[in-house]
C-alpha cells in the first residue's frame, strides 16, 4: 500500500523480516491510544499488530498475500462509519480469493532470491579508532588507552552480526473450481525468509480453504477458514542495549578479535566475563558492553504461534431484492514465547542465566446478522441495509520466569524442571465486548445523483454502564455532473468524458486501548517485608470514545476517452475527545497524580491527488503511468487542563519531542546548534533570543557555557546557561506518495515503481550516542572530520573523553543531529513474461495453460540527504536508534497454470 494508495503510510520502522508496519491513514489520529486501521478480512474485523513480547512479529503476515483478491482502503468517514467506534484510523478490507464455476484450476507460484543490508554504517577502522580514541583521552590528561596488537587486528563486527545473502523463498499451491452450486477455493503455502541479522527469520505454513454451496435459489452458504503455523526468531534490539545487535556492533572494538584461544569459552570477552576483551588496550570498551557475536549465538528471542480463523455464513434469499445473512467468525490465536539470556556473559550474566517462557492465547468471536433489501426502478435505485454486530475479544497469558540456572545445556528449548535456583510466574487475563446495530442506505438516481446515509450505535463493555453506548454516523452527497443532458448538449462531452463531484461528512470512534478505563483498581504491593494489595490506578466513569469528525470533498475526471483518470480529495479530521493523563495535586493522594479523562483535540487536515495516465496504447506497445500525491498538516488543539504542553518520554531516557499547542504531535523540542568554534574547538548552540552559547571544552574549573562572541573568536564571554529549549522541526511528512510506470511489449513488462516523501526530520540518535560517542568505543567516520587545530573550519566539535552530555548534549535534542527526512526511493523494479497460452497448451498437451516468470529488486536505491541508515527507519517519533538496516532483494518468481 505504500505509495499506492493516496493518504496511506505504511512503514516498515526496521528491517527486521517480522517486523509489524505501521499504518497511518490520513495521518495520526490520536496522541495517547491506538492508531492502526481496523483490518477487515473477507467482511469480519480481525486481530492486527504483534501478539509477542519476545520477537518481532506481525499476524498481519499470518494472510499469505497470494491468496488476497483485492484490497480496498476506507479512508473517509462516510465510507467507514459502518464499522463506527472503530473506524478513527481507517479501514482496510482485504478479500481473498473464491472459486469459480468451471473444472479444477491448479496453480503453483512460487519465488526465491536473497538480499542483503541496503545501507549499513560507516564506521572507524582499528588505526582511525586508535586515534581518535588516544586524542580523546589525551584532551581529557588522560593516558593512552587504545592500542593495535601484534596482529594488527581490524575486526568489522558487521561482518559477524550480519547474514551474507540473507534467502528467502516461498511456495503455494492453490486449486479452485466448481458447479453452479459449489464452488471451492484452496491453497498450501510455505514461506521461509532470512533476515539481515543472521539470528533473525521467518517460516510460515499456511493453509486456506473458502468454500461456498447453493443448494437452491434460496439459499447459500459457506465457509471461509485459515490455518497458519508462524516461527518468529528474533534478538535484542535495543537502541543503547548492552547486548543490543546493531548497538552492540556499532561500538564494539574494531582492534580486537571476536574469538580468543585463552578464554574457556573462545570468545573474546574479559576474564570475569563482563564485558568484550581489551585485546592489547589498556582500557575496557565503555559500559561493559558485550561481545554481540557470543551474545547472538548464545541467546534466544523466539516465538511460535498457530493461528485459525474462519468465518462461517449462511444466506437467504426469500424474494427478489431482499436478503439475510448470518456470519459468525473465530480469530484464535495460540503461541510460546522463549527468551533465554545466556549465564556466562551478557544480558543475563548478573543473574546467572535467565529463562523466560509465555503461553499466549487469543480469541476474537465476532457473530453478525444483517438484512439487505433492494429495489430498481426505471431510474432510481435504493439499498437499504440493517444489522447487528456482537463481538467478544478474550486476551490470556501465563509465564514462567528462572534465573540463576544450573547449567547453558538447560538454556535453550524450554524450562526444565529444577535446572534453576530462583522461580517466578506472572499472568494476564483481559477481555472485552462490543454489541452494535447499524444501518446504511444507499440512493441513486440515474447514475447522475448519489446519496448515502450510514448509523451505528455501538456498545462496549469496557466502558461504564452510563456511557457504554455512542453513535456514530455519516454520510455522502455525489453528482455525476457528465451524464446531464445540458453537458452532451453543450459538447463539453467531446472534452471531459466522466466528471463526478461529491462530499462526505462523518463522527466515528476510536476505543479506549484500556480494558477498564472507568474502574479504580488495586495491584500487589509490599509493606515492609509483607505482601500486601494499594490503590495503582483511579478509574474515571467518564471515559468516552475518542471522536473523529471528517470532512471528505472531492471530484473525479476522466478525459482523452478514458487514458486519462484523475481524482482529487480535500480532508480534514478533527479528532475530539482524546484521552490524556490530567495532573491532579499530590495532596489527594490518587495514584500517579494524575486521571485519564477525554480532553484532548487534535486536527489533520491535507490534499490526496490520484493521476492515471495510458500514454501510449498500441497493438504490441503500452505505457501507463500511475502517479499519486498527499499533502497533509497535523495539529494539536488542546491538552489537559491548563497545559499547553507536555515533553513527550523519549529512548535511552532523554527527551526529544513534546506536544505543544497549535503545533505537529511530537514536535521536535531541543537546541539549535551553531556550529564550531574555529579558535576553539567548542560546540555552539543559539539561545532563543538569538543569541549563542559554547561549551568551553577543557579541563578543570574553566569548563562550562558562556557566550560565544563569534564563530572565530577564542574569547569567552559571561558565564551563562544553553537557556530553554524550543520547538525546532516535526517528524511527519508533509508530503508523500508514489509514482509507476508500466510498460508492455508482446508478452513481456516491465513495472518501475517509486515511492517518495517529505517535509519532516529525522532525528538521527546513533550518530549523537555512538557514531559521536565521547567514550572508548568505535565511532562513525564523521569523527574524522573533528577540530583539531586553532583556525580549523568544521562542523564536529573537539573530542574530549567522557564528556556526551557536553559535547553532544546526549538526552535532548540537538539540531546538529536533526536532519531532512526527504527521499525518493526505487521501490519496485520488476521484469515478466507472459507465455503465450495458446502455444504453451499445444506444446504440453493442454496440461499448462498459463506460465509467467519474473524477476524483481525491491528497496534497490534511495535518493536522499539523510546521513543515517534509513529515514524510514525510526520510531514514529521520529527517532532513528541504532536500527537495523532495511533489506535490499533480489527475487525470481514463477507462476504456471494448469
Given amino acids: 500500500m505504500a505509495g499506492r494508495v493516496s493518504g496511506v503510510q505504511a ?188 539470528t533473525n527469520y521467518n517460516r510460515r505454513y499456511s493453509f486456506r480453504a473458502n468454500m461456498e454451496h447453493r443448494p437452491n435459489r434460496f439459499f447459500k452458504f459457506g465457509n471461509n477458514i485459515t490455518l497458519t503455523r508462524t516461527e518468529d526468531n528474533d534478538q535484542n534490539n535495543g537502541g543503547n542495549a548492552l547486548s543490543g545487535a546493531m548497538a552492540g556492533a556499532m561500538r564494539a572494538l574494531p582492534n580486537v578479535g571476536v574469538y580468543s584461544t585463552t578464554h574457556p569459552t573462545g570468545y573474546n570477552i574479559t576474564t570475569d566475563n563482563a564485558a568484550l576483551g581489551s585485546g592489547a588496550n589498556t582500557r575496557v570498551i565503555e559500559n561493559n558492553y558485550t561481545n554481540i557475536a557470543y551474545v547472538l549465538d548464545k541467546n534466544i528471542f523466539n516465538n511460535q504461534r498457530t493461528r485459525v480463523i474462519t468465518n462461517l455464513f449462511l444466506d437467504i434469499t426469500p424474494v427478489k431484492g431482499i436478503s439475510f445473512r448470518t456470519q459468525a467468525s473465530v480469530d484464535y490465536q495460540t503461541g510460546v514465547d522463549f527468551q533465554s539470556y545466556d549465564k556466562v556473559h551478557g544480558d543475563g550474566r548478573s543473574a546467572g542465566g535467565t529463562i523466560f517462557q509465555q503461553s499466549l492465547q487469543s480469541t476474537l468471536l465476532t457473530w453478525q446478522n444483517y438484512a439487505t433489501f433492494n429495489k430498481s426502478y426505471k431510474r432510481p435505485t435504493a439499498t437499504l441495509v440493517v444489522g447487528t454486530e456482537m463481538s467478544r475479544e478474550l486476551v490470556q497469558n501465563f509465564n514462567g520466569r528462572a534465573s540463576t540456572v544450573s547449567d547453558p545445556f538447560f538454556q ?89 463531484f461529491r462530499g462526505s461528512y462523518a463522527e466515528v470512534g476510536n476505543a479506549p486501548g484500556d480494558r477498564f478505563p472507568y474502574l479504580s483498581t488495586y495491584g500487589a504491593a509490599p509493606y515492609g517485608g509483607v505482601s500486601g494489595l494499594a490503590a495503582n490506578v483511579s478509574g474515571n466513569t467518564s471515559i468516552l470514545w475518542e471522536t473523529a469528525k471528517k470532512i471528505n470533498y472531492g471530484f473525479d475526471m476522466a478525459f482523452w476517452n478514458n487514458r486519462v483518470n484523475l481524482s482529487v480529495d480535500i480532508f480534514k479530521n478533527k479528532n475530539d475527545n482524546l484521552l490524556l493523563d490530567a495532573l491532579q495535586p499530590p495532596s489527594l493522594g490518587i495514584p500517579g497524580n494524575r486521571i485519564t479523562k477525554n480532553i484532548g483535540e487534535m486536527e489533520n487536515k491535507g490534499v490526496e491527488i490520484e493521476l492515471g495516465v495510458l500514454l501510449v496504447k498500441g497493438k504490441a506497445f503500452t505505457w501507463r503511468t500511475d502517479i499519486n500525491f498527499t499533502s497533509a498538516k497535523n495539529k494539536v488543539l488542546a491538552l489537559a487542563e491548563g497545559q499547553t504542553e507536555v515533553t513527550v518520554a523519549g529512548p535511552n531516557n532523554g527527551t526529544f519531542n513534546i506536544l505543544r499547542l497549535n503545533n505537529p504531535i511530537n514536535a521536535y523540542y531541543g537546541y539549535t546548534y551553531a556550529g564550531v568554534n574555529s579558535a576553539n574547538g567548542n560546540p555552539m548552540w543559539y539561545k532563543k533570543d538569538g543569541s549563542m552559547v559554547q561549551y568551553n571544552n577543557v579541563p578543570g574549573a574553566a569548563a562550562g557555557y558562556y557566550f560565544a562572541i563569534n564563530k572565530d573568536d577564542p574569547n569567552l564571554g559571561v558565564a551563562t546557561t544553553l537557556g530553554e529549549r524550543y520547538i525546532v522541526g516535526s517528524p511527519l511528512p508533509t508530503w508523500y506518495g508514489g509514482f509507476s510506470n508500466t510498460f508492455t511489449y508482446n508478452q513481456f513488462s516491465l513495472d518501475v515503481f517509486f515511492r517518495y516523501s517529505g517535509g519532516n526530520y529525522v532525528y538521527n540518535l546513533s550518530r549523537q550516542e555512538v557514531w559521536n560517542s565521547q567514550g572508548f568505543v568505535n565511532n562513525g567516520i564523521e569523527v574524522l572530520n573533528r577540530w583539531k587545530t586553532p583556525g580549523q573550519v568544521t562542523d564536529v566539535p573537539k573530542l574530549y573523553y567522557g564528556r556526551d552530555n557536553q559535547v553532544n ?71 532513528d536508534n541504532a536500527s537495523v538496516p532495511q533489506l535490499r532483494s533480489f527475487t525470481f518468481g514463477l507462476n504456471v497454470g494448469f
Avoid: C
Fill in 11 to 198: 512503514v516498515s520502522s526496521s528491517g527486521l523480516v517480522s517486523e509489524a508496519p505501521r499504518i497511518r491513514i490520513r495521518g495520526v489520529n490520536s496522541l495517547t491510544q491506538g492508531r492502526d486501521p481496523l483490518i477487515v478480512l473477507d467482511g469480519v474485523p480481525t486481530f492486527s499488530g504483534s501478539n509477542s513480547s519476545v520477537a518481532a512479529n506481525n499476524v498481519l503476515a499470518d494472510i499469505n498475500p497470494a491468496d488476497i483478491e483485492s484490497y480496498e482502503v476506507l479512508k473517509d468517514g462516510a465510507a467507514a462509519a459502518i464499522y463506527g467506534s472503530r473506524a478513527s484510523n481507517g479501514v482496510i478490507l482485504i478479500t481473498t480469493k473464491k472459486g469459480k464455476t468451471g473444472k479444477l484450476n491448479v496453480n503453483y507460484d512460487m519465488y526465491m532470491g536473497f538480499g542483503n543490508a541496503f545501507r549499513i554504517p560507516q564506521l572507524l577502522g582499528a588505526a582511525d579508532f586508535i586515534t581518535v580514541s588516544n586524542e580523546k583521552l589525551n584532551n581529557a590528561n588522560l593516558p593512552n588507552g587504545a592500542f593495535a596488537d601484534a596482529a594488527n587486528t581490524n575486526t568489522n563486527w558487521f561482518d559477524n552480526i550480519f547474514n551474507k545473502n540473507p534467502f528467502v523463498q516461498s511456495h503455494t499451491v492453490s486449486a479452485n473450481g466448481g458447479s453452479d452450486k459449489s464452488t471451492y477455493y484452496m491453497s498450501i503455502s510455505y514461506l521461509s525468509q532470512d533476515g539481515i541479522v543472521r
Fill in 412 to 500: 535453550t528449548n524450554n524450562l526444565i524442571t529444577n535446572t534453576y535456583v530462583n522461580q517466578f510466574s506472572g499472568g494476564f487475563y483481559g477481555k472485552r465486548g462490543f454489541q452494535s446495530y447499524f444501518g446504511r442506505f444507499n440512493y441513486d438516481f440515474d447514475s447522475r445523483y448519489f446519496f448515502q446515509f450510514t448509523l451505528r450505535r455501538d456498545g462496549l463493555g469496557s466502558l461504564s454502564e452510563e456511557n457504554r453506548y455512542g453513535n456514530f454516523f455519516g454520510g455522502s452527497l455525489g453528482w455525476r455532473i457528465s451524464e446531464e443532458k445540458w453537458w452532451k448538449q453543450t459538447g463539453l462531452n467531446r472534452f471531459i468524458d466522466e466528471l463526478k
Fill in 809 to 879: 548534549l546526549n538526552g535532548q535534542l540537538n539540531t546538529r543531529f536533526l536532519e531532512k527526512g526527504d527521499f525518493l526511493r526505487l521501490q519496485n523494479l520488476v521484469i515478466s513474461y507472459n507465455v503465450d497460452s495458446k502455444r504453451l497448451e499445444t506444446a504440453t498437451n493442454g496440461i499448462v495453460k498459463t506460465m509467467r516468470w519474473y524477476v524483481q529488486g525491491q528497496n534497490l536505491f534511495i535518493w536522499t540527504k539523510y546521513k543515517g541508515i534509513d529515514p524510514e527507519n525510526t520510531l514514529e517519533t521520529g527517532i
